[in-house]
């Protein structure tokens, strides 16, 4: 199949970017991680001895910093629909977040512990279609955001990409609705062009 002007562009963007180099050169899994590691310098978020939860974890960029952040003192507990290779101290479930048997295997592995941490790098697989897409991934932002309103300890954080566009707004107004604080934050290893954008909820109202 021939490739898109669109798939050219970004594969040309991929392969020049110094993101992906530099992960690359250090081990990361992918940029991803350097997203994380530049909130998480400014927020302090990940904090050993608090359980993280990351969905939408694979390749496993964001639970490699997280686990490493951590040092040995806590767990990262993984779920993706994808498959992720097995990372020291990251417990992983593959399996699709929106479907409650998949839900109720995070639960049981928390066991009743509360989280510190909840990362959301979950996004749907883009058809191409802006309204589609955009309702889906809003509506993954919202199933972590109650996953968060329920397991979160009171002082803990939420951490969600979302995509600026329709639903954008009213959920900003969910988010201040369970959080005490929201910051947005636009990391700089997060491409200029792209719409997306991070949330940071800190402390249940």
Known sequence: MARTKSSKA???EHVNDPYVHKAKAEGWRSR???KLMEIDDRDKLIRPGEVVV???AAPGGWSQVAA???RGRSRVIALDLL???AIPGVDFIQGDFREAPILEQLEEKLAGSRVGLVLSDMAPNISGIAVSDQARMMHLAELGLEFS???LKPEGAFLVKVFQGHGYEDFVAQMRQVFRQLATRKPDASRDRSP???LLGRGLR
């Open 54 to 56: 990351d969905l939408g």
């Open 149 to 151: 309103r329920q397991w």
């Open 83 to 85: 498959e992720m290779a």
């Open 32 to 34: 991803a991680a350097f």
């Open 68 to 70: 490493e952040r951590l």
């Open 196 to 198: 997306e954008l991070y």
């Open 10 to 12: 970004w594969l040309h």
